[in-house]
């Protein structure tokens, strides 16, 4: 398995422009979350999807962003339009459904800088 | 949601065993602890979760206690690639399947050589 893949890595962008970051979860997966972790709050869920439907977007931040999940393997956090207290690590992680509360798998991360 | 509480740093010494607890005394019966832990400029890694009874992998141990409210992950010989932000977590299980992690601050490991 490639493991959760996110892109870019690393984005660097200025004050009031559109960011969005990707996501593909490991094949199989029926659960997707989007985290977001900064020094001062921590690492916060964001959003999850399952079975591609929003279950639970009550971290979402404002309005100013936005999540989709199109199909299985491909998912997408937008900030529009981006603010400098935007700036953190966002993680995207992936799970199978099961009984047993089985575990998240996480991707390397995408840091986000906003000038 | 119910609440964990973990010291905010231990030390250790490679090769040695580590024992990191967490407390949760409001613990549900319906409420799965995980372990989790993050290496430096790396995303979350799964350690290893139980219910009841003790658990083992390849990566750690964990013991419950027998009321539930406390619980120990359990490195059996620590090296330096074990140094990480540990998080003690407890997730609800819904009749539909799992529920959301909720992180804390967790506890940072340092691993002397």
């Known amino acids: 398995d490639a493991g959760v893949i996110q892109s870019p890595r690393h984005e660097v962008t200025e004050m009031g422009q559109e960011v969005t970051l990707r996501c593909k979860p490991i094949?199989?997966?029926?659960?997707l979350f989007w985290y977001r972790q900064t020094m001062m709050r921590g690492l916060e869920l964001l959003i999850y999807f399952n079975n591609n439907v929003p279950i639970d977007d009550s971290g979402m931040p404002e309005d100013r962003f936005s999540a989709k999940m199109p199909n299985a393997s491909f998912s997408t956090l937008k900030i529009q339009p981006s603010e400098p207290r935007d700036s953190a690590v966002y993680f995207c992680a992936s799970s199978r459904a099961r009984l047993a509360g089985g575990p998240e798998y996480f991707g390397p991360g995408t840091r986000l800088t906003v000038l | 949601d119910a609440k964990t509480t973990q010291p905010n740093s231990m030390e250790s010494n490679e090769e040695e065993p580590v024992h990191l607890p967490c407390n949760h005394s409001t613990i549900s019966g319906t409420d799965y602890i995980h372990w989790y832990r993050q290496l430096p400029s790396q995303g979350p890694e799964y350690v290893i979760h139980g219910l009841t009874s003790n658990v083992n992998n390849r990566m750690a141990s964990l013991a419950i206690a027998e009321d539930r409210k406390s619980s120990t992950l359990i490195l059996h010989r620590a090296t330096l690639r074990d140094a990480a932000v540990y998080y003690c977590?407890?997730?609800?299980?819904?009749?539909?399947?799992?529920?959301?992690?909720?992180f804390g601050k967790g506890m940072k490991l340092t691993v002397n050589p």
């Open positions: 094949s199989g997966h029926d659960y």
């Open positions: 977590i407890l997730r609800p299980l819904t009749q539909g399947g799992s529920e959301k992690l909720v």
